[in-house]
């Protein structure tokens, strides 16, 4: 393997926090219209530079006078005066109020000289048709009026420097006349792609090359403009390292701060050693956390640079976690108080490989409403993790089991995450799949009814989705059931001429099955065992995938000449179908959480069983 | 008055929000690229098109294998297989592997065909050079190994419609190579400005003329697109009534909802009616709720309409009532929990109009960190109560009296609003003003050193600024204390040749003073006493205004022959002065408040007393 240089000792988190925040990536403030400055951070304080209002104003509609000629004023006993005008609101004033006068006055305008009260129209009647008013209260100076200055006097503190900018703020600036708003810069980051693998999300794939979608780049980018930063991305060709090199040395002369994200490849990061050895300086190099271990903190030129792992979840995780405090403190972002909350773990974990773990974690609440924790973690390298997580548990590294049952506290990936409104497990079924887009924020994890019925147990999901023979070990209430017919999935037209089970061994056909943990590959066995089929005489039994569309893309591409699978799944990729049987599959509630809102969502939304049913070929209302 | 139409009964507040949810706002959905998509809503259902990984990989650098060659494998008796090849992330395998033999790989690249599992780097050594791998361990089928369509596969429901789109959401998007995201459209917002006496921010204002800027169109604007609209703005020339009908057919043809916000003249009331007779429904006017009743919803041609009411505070809490709701459904945006808070009420507020009131009200925490909750109400129109305040409480139509100590609950401005770091009531003075710029988050109500008092007593705030002689009768703490020389500000040259406080009475000059909650006017008073002057002999010495720096700018205007101020306001405004005395300003700490951060924080911003008064002519550290 090629040979690296290393930092002899990995960072703790606290250090990596501290050497991170020593970057500086603050950029100058500049200048803003009104209409463009919402959720931006104003750079220095704001006095008022006029009154506001700007004149003594009218708070009511109604008739201006001088409050000793109200005095003794009653319904009963009113003081009449003669109208000698009239002010509008946004017009001078063509009229004085002398004693023993009143001037009728809309809400908003100004006081006109000699007055100093005004008395709402409500409080008073005309008489003699308009010429002349009887008000039936007194009033005292100043009554209905806001003064000059009153709301906010020039000379005064309006706002101070490091204030984020909501409505309420562009409300004071424009009354102020603030036309021009001066902001906090906004931290340019790149973000540079390194990975031969890497394709523009929109571009094919050459799986056989091992081609993967560029995750990281739009993910981080994304993430540094939640943060507050103006992402700018540096898409990276191929495998040219002195283009590579180039957009490194780019980005370090255009931005604030570079990001790149972990490559797999090691040429990657010794063109990463190399602009940094020439232009700047490497400060840390590895942190003692999971994910993120080969975390790197250095100077390019002007710019700062972190280099983030590879895999998405990891890469993001530490951005979260070290960059963008980092980014929002430079872009004048009062730091978010961390949403947090706490729950109880619904499974154990075992540690213990010395560094803190950063643990993503899904959320559930339980009949009784409080939070339940689970880890989620589908391998290194999951994007799925990424949806299916609503936050980090941080484990100490001295922390080597957290038993189930135990009180952690989360940190949700951002203030708005709430539980998903209804967690449901087990097969995956396309139905299903179908129905949950009539429920607001749903969670289904596809892992087959077996893992379904084992977090069950455990009391985990709120709803159990099964199919084939086999029975819960956990009490379960029915919400409703269907039937999907199955058989094998063939090439168009069956070249093969397969007729059902038997020729899967008979005919030496190359089959593909699903995994064990799904109900349909059950529902095979029970159909092999009684048809006295062999499984081991079958080539490709052992063959298995865990998702229900997989078998019969495989059969689509060539990868095999039949597939464990579905009608609906052959007639969607037009694949010949050899059926065999029907099964049924049942949607099942943990009863302890029948009353949940999300629960009562999903049944209202698999009322319609039979609109459902319509759309899929195979399945029919059980 | 004008005649209006008006409906007969207001509306209840839960009839306007059926009302304003039955006004369908909602625009097409539509197609946006992916590195474009963060904060918008899936409009439908993303399922897998493609396997993700597409290929088997490897997911730790080391030696692809068949697990079978590894049996028995230990660091004491290794197995030791020839290397025949290596395999890059990004590449094609140029190499199968067959029994017994190893081919090196990369984290990422595609598992070589023949080969089952990977064998980690760090559990291998090389012999022979590097021809020869000697393996430490045994491994089973699979292990290091990401199979194909494990994280997703083809045909797997991946996101749900609905759903908000993170960056999370982006990481699983662009790992399905979807380039181009299907989301819920951006309503259009049209905001209309009315009213003859706007002007936009940044022109100069007749304040004579009764002009103030247009406040209502941008903080609206702004609160449109904090709930997902695309706000358009309406500017309405003066007092053209062809012109604001124009605009709102305009803005009806080209948005999906309008708004405008209330008018103080009867002509533009008549022009949108007129609009929406001819063209629309009016289907509610009036709501019984405070602020707001002169809400008004209807519908002008293909677009909703709702009228706001005129003042800033007003319409903004009737649009995040009323509109923001809607135009958040409309977007496709999950509703937000609604962030609250409970709290005491520091004050007893009477009510007992019949109507709900929106009550805004500040946020304190006090010594044992529970929140303090007060009414802002610093009479209608005041755009200063719009930052003043961090929520609102909901006070029933039923309830006449709320008493202070009783528990409300607060429904902030929006999920981030905490309390301020330091809540400061009292004395305007300049030098405090520009030391809160070195604390984060801090309030200050410059209402006058006996209001400061008044609060102290009532143990509102945390810190009191108090200027004068007048003493606290509530225990408190001084933090620190300086002096600001005081005295009469007259015209540029002194023209009348003023001398000192006799001169007031005797030379009939026209004085402007400070309201009687200053503390700088309980300084002129015991200084009239002193020498002997009768306040009643001086011209103007009822006439008051409330900030610092208002009795001066009233002198540069011409509106006055002398005003009470300081040494520091004289010389900004490039006024004369006539030295009166000086005068302790203290900042005085709540006892039971000492502890808080926020205090601290405003004690280590006062710390460089010295370099704060070296900017302000006539201040001096005491």
Chains 1, 2 share one sequence.
């Not at 970057?23 to 006029?50: F, H, K, N, S, W």
């Not at 009728?104 to 006109?112: D, M, Q, R």
């Not at 629960?599 to 939304?605: E, F, I, M, R, T």
Request: proline fraction near 6%; charged fraction near 25%.
């Amino acid at each position: 393997m090629t040979d690296r240089k290393e930092f002899r000792d990995l960072a703790s988190p606290e250090e990596a926090h501290e050497v991170v925040s020593s970057l500086d990536i603050a950029p100058e403030p500049e200048t803003v219209p009104l209409d463009d400055c919402r959720g931006r951070v104003l750079a220095e304080r704001v006095d008022a530079g006029i009154d506001v209002p700007g004149f003594d104003r009218a708070s009511m509609d109604g008739y201006a006078v001088r409050a000793a000629d109200t005095v003794g004023a009653s319904e009963r006993d009113p003081v009449v005066l003669p109208r000698v005008g009239t002010v509008h609101a946004g017009a001078a004033p063509d009229v004085d109020v002398e004693s023993g006068e009143c001037v009728e006055i809309s809400t908003g305008a100004v006081l006109p000289a000699g007055a100093d009260a005004v008395v709402p129209v409500e409080r008073t009647h005309e008489v003699d048709g308009e010429s002349e008013i009887a008000f039936e209260t007194a009033v005292a100076p100043g009554d209905s009026v806001m003064a000059a200055g009153a709301d906010v006097a020039a000379g005064e503190r309006a706002l101070g420097p490091g204030t984020e900018i909501t409505p309420r703020e562009i409300g004071l600036l424009s009354a102020l006349g603030v036309a021009e708003v001066p902001v906090r810069g906004t931290p340019t980051v790149g973000v540079v792609s390194t990975g031969d693998e890497l394709v523009r999300p929109g571009d094919s794939l050459d799986h056989r090359a091992g081609e993967i979608h560029d995750v990281n780049s739009y993910t981080i980018a994304a993430a540094v403009e939640e943060a507050g930063g103006e992402a700018v991305l540096y898409p990276h060709a191929g495998d040219d390292y002195d283009e590579l090199e180039r957009q490194l040395r780019a980005a370090a002369d255009d931005c604030d701060l570079v990001l790149s994200s972990g490559s797999t490849s090691a040429s990657a990061v010794d063109v990463v050693y190399r602009v940094i050895e020439e232009r700047g300086d490497l400060l840390l190099h590895g942190v003692s956390i999971k994910p993120g271990k080969p975390m790197l903190v250095g100077r390019l030129g002007g710019a700062a640079y972190v280099g983030l792992p590879g895999y998405p979840v990891s890469a993001l995780t530490i951005f979260r976690t070290f960059v963008a405090p980092a980014i929002r403190e430079a872009a004048g972002r009062p730091e978010r108080e961390r949403a947090t909350v706490t729950g109880r773990l619904a499974d154990g974990e075992r540690y213990g490989q010395g560094r803190t773990r950063l643990m993503p974690v899904g959320l559930v609440t339980d009949g009784a409403g409080e939070t339940l924790v689970y880890p989620v973690d589908k391998g290194s390298g999951a994007t799925t993790s990424l949806v299916d997580a609503d936050g980090v548990v941080e484990v100490d590294a001295d922390t080597d089991y957290l038993a189930s049952g135990e009180t952690v506290t989360v940190e949700l990936f951002s203030p708005d995450v709430r539980p998903p409104a209804v967690l449901c497990i087990g097969e995956d079924d396309p139905l299903f799949a179908r129905a949950l887009d009539g429920v607001r924020s749903p969670r289904y994890l596809a892992a087959g009814t077996r893992t379904g019925f084992r977090r069950l147990r455990d009391g985990l999901p709120d709803v159990v989705v099964a199919a084939g023979p086999d029975e819960p070990d956990a009490s379960a209430e029915k919400l409703t059931t269907w039937t999907r017919e199955w058989g094998l999935v063939v090439p168009a037209g069956n070249p093969a001429d397969v007729s059902g089970l038997t020729d899967l061994a008979d005919a030496d056909l190359g089959f593909v099955n699903r995994t064990t943990a799904s109900g349909l590959r059950a529902t095979l066995d029970a159909a092999l065992d009684d048809t006295g089929v062999d499984p081991t005489a079958i080539r490709g039994y052992e063959r298995t995938v865990r998702a229900h569309e997989s078998p019969a893309r495989m059969v689509a591409r060539g990868d095999a000449d039949a597939g464990l699978g579905l009608r609906a799944s052959a007639a969607k990729l037009g694949l010949g179908f050899v059926p065999v049987g029907a099964e049924r599959v049942r949607v099942l509630v943990n009863p302890e959480r029948a009353e949940k809102a999300g629960v009562g969502a999903l049944d209202d939304a698999l009322a319609d069983i039979a609109g459902l049913v319509a759309d899929l070929p195979g399945y029919e209302d059980a």
